[in-house]
């Protein structure tokens, strides 16, 4: 079954290379996100995801899901930090495990308990395997991570390949947001050798040059959240922008 998110997605990644800009609804009021993302698609940017990792309650994601709605023609994708940011107002919602936790609870306790409302709200989700490489940052540390390695190449894979065996359609590198450091390309293309799924890759991603190596090393979807909430969409953003739409067959 394939909703109506996931066949966009899937539409746009056989071009080439897409781009997510991640709005925190508690950094942003709805009127600035809609102002974000407005600037973010303009520049390129093919979804918008709303989320932090901190308490956002159902009404400020829907505030901002609808405000970000009615602003682009791109989908509003939920990045839950938890059961309490979910809002039928999104497009969507990324519907993750984060597999490297050591909390049951976010690996699928709190899924469990969500997940027959969010079947009563007909929120389309998309199955992603989420996994925190260090440094983490926050997310790390909320979510109780055990932290991947930078140079656990195999760990990585293992985590990656057993993700699309449990079905997930997308397989997510997080190094965290605000990350000094990217995930190093090192593992980013270690496991898209053995990985069918798009991978997605974010945190700490800061350049064009950045996007460029992540991308020549195999990412399929960029998350950046920080070059747009520091900079605007200017500067950064724009360059990284070039470089995923660099890569795009006409
Ligand atoms: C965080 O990967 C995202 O979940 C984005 O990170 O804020 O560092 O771009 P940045």
């Known amino acids: ?22 709005i925190d609804p508690e950094k942003s009021d709805a009127a600035q996100a809609a102002g974000l993302a407005r600037g973010a698609v303009a ?28 602003a682009v023609p791109v ?47 007909g929120i389309e989700t998309l199955a992603l395997g989420y996994l925190v490489v260090a440094p983490g940052m926050r997310v790390g540390e909320v979510g109780r991570a ?10 990585a894979r293992g985590y990656a390949l057993a993700a699309e065996m449990f079905g997930m359609r997308f397989v997510y590198l997080e190094a965290g947001s605000g990350a ?5 390309e090192a593992m980013v293309r270690a496991v898209r050798e053995v990985l069918s799924v798009p991978l997605v890759v974010g945190g700490g991603i800061r350049s064009g040059a950045d996007a460029g190596r992540i991308l020549d090393a195999g990412a399929r979807i960029l998350v950046t959240g920080t070059v747009a909430e520091e900079h605007g969409v200017e500067g950064a ?14």
Not at 43 to 70: C, F, K, N, Q
Not at 180 to 184: D, E, G, K, M, T
């Open 43 to 70: 520049a390129g940017s093919d979804a918008i995801l709303l989320g932090g990792s901190t308490g956002i309650s159902p009404e400020r994601m829907g505030a901002a899901a609808r405000a970000v709605r009615a």
């Open 75 to 121: 989908p509003a994708i939920i990045f839950p930090e938890g059961p309490g940011s979910i809002s039928p107002d999104a497009d969507a919602l990324l519907f993750m495990s984060l597999l490297n936790s050591r909390s049951p609870e976010l690996v699928i306790r709190s899924q469990a308990r969500a997940a027959e409302a969010i079947r009563r709200l």
């Open 180 to 184: 000094p450091a990217p995930v190093p």
């Open 146 to 155: 055990d932290l991947l390695d930078r140079s656990d190449l195999a760990g």
């Open 1 to 22: 079954m394939t909703g109506r998110v996931a066949a966009y997605l899937d539409a746009r990644l056989r071009r080439g290379p897409l781009h997510f800009t991640l």
């Open 237 to 250: 953003l724009a360059e990284i922008l070039m470089e995923v739409t660099r890569r795009r067959a006409r």
